[in-house]
């Protein structure tokens, strides 16, 4: 067995997808399977025994399913878990709260609903399972006490925050993440006041078919309405626009000087469809200096030369830090290029935007 291998193990009850799985991580040289399960009991023993460095986990399975897996994995041996996921509504509910529960990303899997070209998926799995090997893994602060169906909602420590200024803000606030997103923005959401007074506009980078499914995980702030873009969409305060899976999304001013967002598709950018750089580069030509811009947790550089652009125009600028990242990529990169104003602990990142409106 190579050292210099990422291990892998695969956890799947299907027999045919387990080696659909295996087959596909096995064609890259720089990974090896070093092991199956087919339920999530085997998967801890595994995880034991084996210790390899990432898991691919599969979420329903007889005798114990994928996310009590993942809790008892996460809480007492954690490695980079790898949701494999299908698009029903059941499947995205499930992955999102197993995201919740310390999982660091998700694909879908070869067989979903969602049917992407297999080469695609391909490539997809083998870029996860690289980009989360040796990522941060976060064991949530209620991992001992947490109940699968049970207050999921409530399931980080959480400390709203009160705002006092005026009632709707000049300013506009674009996030953008990716590996270590989902739960990380949960928190951003949840601590945020009651009374938000701006908008907030997200790419999280997120296959298509699940972001709609995303916002509606997010909406759990009164104060805040969260939604999946769509093209013509008024800005409007109070609200929350997340960029769909299969298009880039940027905002335009029309002739009444509204703010309007612009859904399309567009190639790639950074390796990316929606691209935090064409967000954060819109955001600094449309709003300049009235734009608050969060890079986050996430493997690559998308984000980076946007938001840079941000700080050049006059716009304030976060980063968020390496301690709280599950992957200190992209955030990395821009604190790099001198385009951050303030690197920020997650926790704070909440507090920190609402001092900048």
């Not at 096995?26 to 999530?40: C, H, K, L, R, Y």
């Not at 490695?79 to 059941?90: A, E, N, R, Y």
């Not at 993440?177 to 006041?193: E, Q, R, V």
């Amino acid at each position: 067995m190579s050292r210099d291998k990422i291990k892998v193990l695969v956890v799947e009850d299907s027999a045919l997808q387990r080696k659909i799985i295996t087959d596909i991580l096995s064609s890259d040289p720089e990974i090896e399977v070093v092991g199956t399960a087919n339920n999530g009991r085997t998967a801890i023993f595994k995880n034991d025994s084996l210790q390899p460095d990432v898991i691919t986990m599969d979420i329903e399975m007889p005798i114990m399913d994928g996310l009590e897996s993942l809790r008892h994995i996460i809480k007492n041996n954690p490695k980079p878990v790898i949701m494999m996921s299908v698009l029903t509504q059941h499947g995205t509910e499930t992955t999102f709260k197993a995201l919740e529960y310390g999982a660091v990303d998700f694909i879908p899997k070869p067989s979903s609903s969602l049917s992407l070209p297999i080469d695609e998926i391909s490539a997809l799995l083998i870029e996860k399972v690289k980009s989360v090997y040796k990522s941060n893994v976060k064991i949530p602060v209620k991992q001992e006490i947490a109940v699968i169906g049970e207050n999921d909602r409530d399931f980080f420590d959480d400390k709203k925050i009160v705002y006092k200024g005026r009632p709707v803000s000049d300013k506009i606030v674009g996030i953008g993440t990716s590996t270590g997103g989902p739960s990380a923005l949960l928190h951003i959401f949840k601590n945020l006041p009651d009374n938000f007074p701006s908008s907030l506009l997200v790419v999280q980078h997120m296959p298509e078919g699940f972001t709609k499914a995303f916002a509606d995980r997010l909406n759990v702030n009164k104060g805040i309405r969260v939604k999946e873009a769509e093209d013509g969409d008024l800005i409007k305060p109070g609200w929350a626009y997340i960029a769909p899976g299969h298009s880039h999304m940027k905002v335009t001013e029309s002739d009444k000087k509204s703010k309007i967002i612009n859904i399309y598709k567009g190639e790639k950018v950074n390796g990316h469809r929606p691209s935090i750089d064409v967000l954060f580069e819109s955001m600094a030509d449309v709003f300049s200096k009235n734009a608050v811009c969060v890079i986050m947790t996430g493997m690559g550089s998308d984000g980076a030369n946007g938001i840079l652009k941000v700080k050049d125009k006059g716009g304030y600028t976060m980063a968020q830090d390496q301690e709280s990242s599950v992957v200190y990529g992209m955030n990395r990169v821009a604190v790099g290029k001198g385009a951050i104003d303030e690197i920020v602990p997650l926790i704070d990142i909440s507090q920190k935007i609402v001092d900048h409106l």
